[in-house]
């Protein structure tokens, strides 16, 4: 839910699924909060409770009663990336983390900080320069097929930066 009193933009989640020969995944693009530290958790929350969901239905099933109560394919295995508005010193990553999400670039790059994904060329909305707020995260079961994450920090049509996911093939 919006925080009363701060400007505000509609946050989505996005969602489709992606076959890859005979594997499948979630692929969920968001744009989480930016002014409310609380709102942002809660969107965060809600998203892995999603995962939880979905996960906890691979497992037993649902029961698909055709037309509107149709069901995709179900698939433990996601991605999740966007703009997530936190840094990676934050409490609110650390917490995500815990909660079983990978971050992508520290699967790749153990012990490297993670590339600057804002606040290269945009230094009036970011004054406190180049940091990172944008992530591909991974679940567990889906963290062994990452091959390659990559931020183009030459483009600037953004406050933000290109971040690419390289996975590996089914």
């Excluded at 969920?28 to 530290?37: D, F, K, P």
Aim: glycine share 8%; charged share 25%.
């Amino acid at each position: 839910p919006p925080a009363g009193g701060e400007c505000q933009i509609v946050r989505v989640a996005v969602e489709t699924v992606i076959e890859q020969g005979a594997s499948r995944f979630r692929l969920i693009n968001t744009h989480l909060a930016y002014h409310v530290e609380g709102e942002r958790r809660a969107q965060l929350d809600y998203l892995r409770q999603y995962q939880e969901w979905e996960a906890d239905a691979c497992v037993r099933g649902i029961k698909d009663c055709g037309g509107a109560y149709s069901h995709f394919v179900l698939t433990p295995d996601a991605v999740l990336c966007g703009d997530f508005n936190m840094v990676p010193e934050s409490d609110e990553y650390a917490l995500f983390a815990e909660k079983g999400w990978r971050d992508s670039w520290r699967e790749v790059y153990p012990g490297l900080p993670n590339a600057a994904t804002c606040g290269i060329f945009d230094n009036a909305t970011w004054p406190e320069g180049a940091h990172c707020r944008d992530y591909f995260w991974v679940n567990e079961g889906f963290r062994n097929r990452i091959c390659d994450v990559h931020v183009d920090q030459d483009i600037d049509f953004s406050d933000h930066q290109p971040i690419t996911l390289t996975i590996e093939a089914d």
